[in-house]
């Protein structure tokens, strides 16, 4: 953090509550010599702070003194103070001291009327994000080369090996918990998602010979992935409502999950043929007679034999 930053949060969360150095220190994850540093370039620059006595001792701002506060309203409120509580549950995410300073700011701006109004929210609402520690040294600098546009060499693991790739990435997310990397990958060909705390090494490379210069474009010469040829399926499963639960989380389908008895739901939707094999693995193999997909012609393979066999619904709750 740059020390006007520093400076600005000091006096953030002094508008807030009175604070020892050591607390400030603690929550800016500086010594407390640094504090201190700050606090008299701040008294230096006409900040009026008042040192407080008895054995709690500590800092707080001179009574009337406020910073200008931002034009908020309750709502527009709410909605940042959710968003950065839900990106802070993130394992080894990059922003969460950037969360703990700019909720000070937030709070310290609002009117007290405003904060009451919204509290409630805030202890009832939230975004829920699952608990995964783990490790993810490369987000940072995965995030930089995709706005950076670089092409980078990267060392992958996954359950059974470590592979070698040449990757361009594209953008970086959240989701369930864990960070992803979206890439153009020289290897396969195409654009691959990679989880980022799977990554055990990246560093910028040279672009491959013939890379396109678009975004998104993988290196000139590199046969796509083979086409199946199949017809698009209509994929129709009976879920319980565990089930239910995990389907709504996929990014493709999941709005197409329904509610059609008091302890049933159903996913009725139509895939492309290049995903039949996946949809058997997932709901066939994964989930053991959970589903019933349908698709046209010779598509149905072995599928439809486990599928004809009657297995139950998986108890999956």
Not at 50 to 59: K, W
Not at 80 to 102: H, M, N, Q
Not at 167 to 174: D, F, G, Q
């Amino acid at each position: 953090m740059k020390r006007m930053d520093r400076m600005m949060a000091i006096v953030m969360a002094l508008q807030q509550r009175p604070e020892t150095a050591q607390s400030l220190a603690d929550k800016l994850e500086v010594s407390k010599r640094t504090v201190l540093r700050d606090m008299q370039a701040l008294a230096e620059i006409g900040i009026p702070l008042v040192a407080l006595p008895g054995p709690g001792g500590g800092y707080r701002l001179m009574d009337g003194f406020r910073l200008p506060p931002l034009q908020l309203d309750a709502g527009e409120a709410l909605t940042v103070l959710l968003a950065l509580d839900g990106i802070g549950k993130y394992a080894d995410s990059p922003f969460r001291e950037a969360k703990r300073t700019v909720g000070d700011k937030i709070r310290s701006a609002l009117p007290e009327q405003m904060l009451g109004q919204i509290a409630p929210l805030l202890r009832h609402v939230e975004m829920e994000v699952p608990e995964r520690g783990i490790k993810a040294p490369f987000l940072s600098a995965l995030m930089a080369y995709a706005a950076g546009g670089k092409w980078i060499r990267a060392e992958y693991r996954s359950l059974n090996y470590r592979r070698q790739l040449t990757l361009k990435p594209l953008r970086v997310y959240a989701a369930h918990g864990f960070w992803y990397c979206e890439a153009e990958s020289l290897e396969h060909g195409e654009k691959r998602t990679f989880r980022v705390d799977r990554f055990v090494e990246a560093a910028e490379t040279s672009p491959p010979p013939g890379a396109g210069a678009g975004r998104g474009e993988a290196a000139k010469g590199t046969p796509p992935r083979a086409a199946t040829g199949r017809e698009d399926f209509r994929l129709r499963v009976k879920l319980t409502y565990r089930g239910s639960l995990l389907a709504e989380q996929d990014p493709h389908f999941g709005q197409e999950v329904q509610q059609v008895e008091k302890a049933e739901w159903q996913l009725d939707c139509t895939l492309p043929g290049s995903e039949w094999d996946w949809a058997v693995f997932l709901f066939l193999w994964s989930w053991p007679g959970c589903g019933s997909p349908r698709a046209p012609g010779d598509a149905r393979g072995a599928a439809s034999a486990r599928v004809g066999a009657g297995r139950a619904v998986p108890d999956l709750s």
